[in-house]
C-alpha cells in the first residue's frame, strides 16, 4: 500500500521508503557500462534485471556488476511461461542473493507478448507466501488486479502499451480504472516511449512509472533518463496540486470581461 507523507511525498513498497517513482532496467543497451549514469541521471532507487541476463559463474562480467549499490534491485521472472517456471526464477533469484523483491511476467504469448493473468496471481500467491515483495506484471485489468490483491501483491504493474513498443498509454482509460478501484500501488510498466506520456501516468495518479526500452534505445539514454526523471516529478506534483476543472460547452474567461477602464 502506498503512504504519502506532506512533507517528502515517499513511496512505500514492501517497507522500503522511496523518494523516486522512476523505475528503470537494465535491457537493450548498446553496453551495460551505461546502466550507472543513466541510473544516476534519471534519480531512480529501483531497477529491473532479468535473471536470464545475470551469469552468476562471472559475477564480475555480469549485468548486476554494472547496477549501482544504493539501488533497490528488482529482479524479474522474463522467459517464465507458467506460473512454475516464474517462481522457480523468483526463488533461484533470492538464493543468488537479489533480495525479497520480484517482478512477475508469465507470458505464454509469443507475439504480443501479453501477461497471462491467472498464471501471474497463482505465483504472486506463492511468493508472496514466502515472503517475496511481489510486483506483478499485468494486463490493466480490474477483476485481474483485484486477484492480485488477494493473492498478496504489493503493487500492479499495468501495460500501458505491448512492452517494448514506444506506444505510449494506449491502455490509459483501464490504468484510470485501476487507480480509481485497487488499494494498492499502481504502477505503469511497458510501452511508455515519451516523458510526456510517463508525465500523464502520473497526473492521473499513477504511484510510479517503470521505463526502460525508451531510455535504452533513445539517441542519448542519459538526457533521456534525465528527462523521464523530471517528467515523473512534473507528473507527481500535478496530480497532488489537482487540476482545475474542465469546461465545456464555450469557454471561461481567465480574466472579467465588464468593468474595463472608462466604462
Not at 488486479?145 to 503493487?155: F, I, M, P, T
Not at 485501476?178 to 516511449?193: H, M, R, S, T, Y
Not at 482545475?244 to 474595463?260: I, K, M, Q, W
Amino acid at each position: 500500500m502506498t503512504h504519502d507523507t506532506h512533507d517528502n511525498d515517499t513511496l512505500v513498497i514492501g517497507g522500503t521508503e522511496l523518494t523516486s517513482r522512476l523505475f528503470i532496467g537494465t535491457g537493450k543497451y548498446g553496453t551495460d557500462s551505461l546502466i550507472p549514469d543513466v541510473a544516476g541521471a534519471s534519480g531512480s532507487q529501483v531497477i529491473t534485471v532479468a535473471l536470464r541476463r545475470v551469469d552468476l559463474a562471472n559475477p564480475r562480467t555480469n549485468v548486476l556488476a554494472h547496477i549501482p549499490p544504493h539501488m533497490r534491485l528488482l529482479p524479474n521472472t522474463s522467459g517464465a511461461r507458467t506460473a512454475d517456471e516464474a517462481v522457480r526464477i523468483a526463488r533461484l533469484a533470492r538464493a543468488a542473493g537479489c533480495g525479497d523483491w520480484i517482478k512477475i511476467e508469465v507470458i505464454s504469448d509469443s507475439r504480443f507478448l501479453l501477461p497471462d493473468g491467472y498464471a501471474t496471481a497463482r505465483a504472486t500467491e506463492t511468493l508472496a507466501k514466502e515472503g517475496f515483495v511481489v510486483l506483478p506484471y499485468m494486463n490493466p485489468d480490474l477483476y485481474v488486479a483485484r486477484d492480485l490483491v488477494n493473492a498478496g501483491a504489493a503493487a500492479v504493474m499495468p501495460l500501458g502499451a505491448p512492452i517494448g513498443t514506444n506506444r505510449g498509454l494506449r491502455t490509459a482509460e483501464m490504468i484510470g480504472v485501476l487507480i480509481e478501484e485497487i488499494d494498492l500501488p499502481v504502477i505503469v510498466d511497458a510501452g511508455i516511449g515519451k516523458p510526456s506520456q510517463a508525465c500523464e501516468a502520473m497526473e492521473m495518479g499513477a504511484a510510479a512509472c517503470l521505463v526502460n526500452t525508451a531510455i535504452a534505445t533513445a539517441g542519448d539514454p542519459i538526457g533521456m533518463a534525465r528527462a523521464f526523471g523530471e517528467a515523473v516529478r512534473a507528473g507527481r506534483a500535478a496530480y497532488r496540486s489537482g487540476a482545475g476543472p474542465v469546461t465545456t460547452g464555450g469557454a471561461s474567461a481567465s480574466s472579467p470581461l465588464t468593468g474595463f477602464l472608462g466604462e
